[in-house]
């Protein structure tokens, strides 16, 4: 089954609406005739302001949105998208909101984010990452979704040493609590393809960076710091590689996997896998319309080569105080999309260059710098 995102009227709820990736999307998906419905706790893991901002850009009125921030208001409407501030762990708002809308698509990017924050607060990713996914999984279950596309990540690969990392490889030894709840994620929602049927696709990110990003990630405080002069600090000596992946690509791995549910693999008649994509060797019987995609620059960039990106588009020098890597870090990320080019017919490639300097022109505009 298809589902077109071009020339269907599509019921399409996206979780994390307020967040970076989620604005993305749903701007994306404006220019279609879809009825969008968008939730967001608004919390303050990083400036609040930065997620109010995003709503505004969305269209909505300013003294609305500073309503919702002042907790008087939980909904906000324009034309065809509506936003609720719902938090994921509320049991009881997400089944209304289940109730009430019957979507088609689930697009869950709605979680607690940041592996380093994950080891001072670890409660804040079960409440978030575990307990909110089973509600948007009981959510699909019961309403019939068409299909459900959910955020995993990249770092549930920890530690592996084989690259670039494949879907094919294991994901057994997470090495920070937010890849646990990631790979869990994926755990959670191939149970519910198999019991319940439901089509469920992972997108393991990688290193997502762009305009209207989270003031949390590197790229960020290092652009902050190197226009102001200040010293920023290098771990690993720069060393460290990643596949550094700019949200429009992110965006548009996205709206391509939405249209394709996946099938249980038997029913998939005349299926072949690329010479890239060996078929792997049956090790179990379980049946489920499920898969997980990386999605990542394919082209693995060095800290120093990104240092020096922001340093080009900012006409500035950086001033760096260098140290070792710290804990929950890995050495490289580099994603294997061999599948995903298979599937979609879509491969991102904005160099490092190009989007940060788009990051750095958003950034200077937005913060007058």
């Known amino acids: 089954m298809q589902l077109n995102i071009q020339n ?108 380093r924050y994950s080891i001072e607060n670890p409660h804040a990713y079960v409440d978030s990452n575990l307990v909110g996914f089973v509600n948007i999984l009981e959510g699909c279950r019961y309403s019939k979704v068409k299909h459900l596309v959910y955020a995993s990540s990249s770092s549930v690969y920890g530690m592996n040493i084989k690259q670039p990392f494949s879907t094919e490889d294991r994901v057994d030894y997470p090495i920070s609590l937010y890849a646990a709840t990631k790979k869990s994620n994926e755990l959670m929602a191939h149970t519910y393809s198999h019991l319940y049927g439901i089509p469920t696709t992972g997108l393991r990110f990688f290193t997502v960076y762009g305009p209207m990003g989270r003031p949390d990630m590197a790229y960020f405080s290092f652009t902050k710091k190197i226009l102001a002069g200040e010293t920023i600090d290098v771990f690993n000596n720069g060393e460290m590689q990643r596949d550094f992946t700019y949200i429009d690509d992110i965006v548009e791995g996205i709206t391509r996997v939405m249209q394709k549910p996946p099938i249980i693999p038997s029913k ?102």
């Not at 324009?78 to 049991?91: P, S």
């Not at 490289?332 to 490092?352: N, Q, R, W």
């Open 8 to 115: 269907s009227k599509l019921k399409i709820l996206v979780t994390g609406a307020a967040g970076f990736i989620g604005f993305h999307l749903i701007q994306a998906l404006k220019q279609y005739n879809h009825n969008i419905v968008g939730i967001d706790n608004l919390n303050d893991y990083y400036d609040p302001q930065l997620k109010l901002d995003r709503l505004k850009a969305q269209g909505f009125k300013n003294d609305e949105v500073e309503t919702m921030a002042e907790g008087y208001n939980s909904t906000l409407k324009i034309n065809n998208l509506t936003f609720y501030r719902l938090d994921l762990a509320d049991r009881a708002g997400i089944e209304n909101l289940f109730k009430t809308h019957k979507f088609d698509i689930v697009v869950n990017l709605g979680a607690q984010a940041g592996v």
């Open 268 to 369: 998939a008649e005349g299926s072949q896998t690329s010479k890239e994509s060996p078929k792997p060797q049956k090790i179990t019987n379980a049946q489920a319309p499920y898969k997980v995609y990386n999605i990542g620059n394919n082209q693995p960039v060095s800290l120093r080569r990104f240092i020096t990106a922001i340093e080009t588009a900012c006409g500035k020098k950086a001033n760096e105080n260098l140290l070792p890597m710290q804990p929950g870090d890995v050495p490289i990320t580099y994603a294997d999309v061999g599948e995903l080019i298979a599937d979609t017919g879509f491969k991102p490639e904005t160099s490092i260059e190009e989007g940060i300097c788009k990051f750095v022109d958003w950034y200077r505009g937005y913060y007058q710098k």
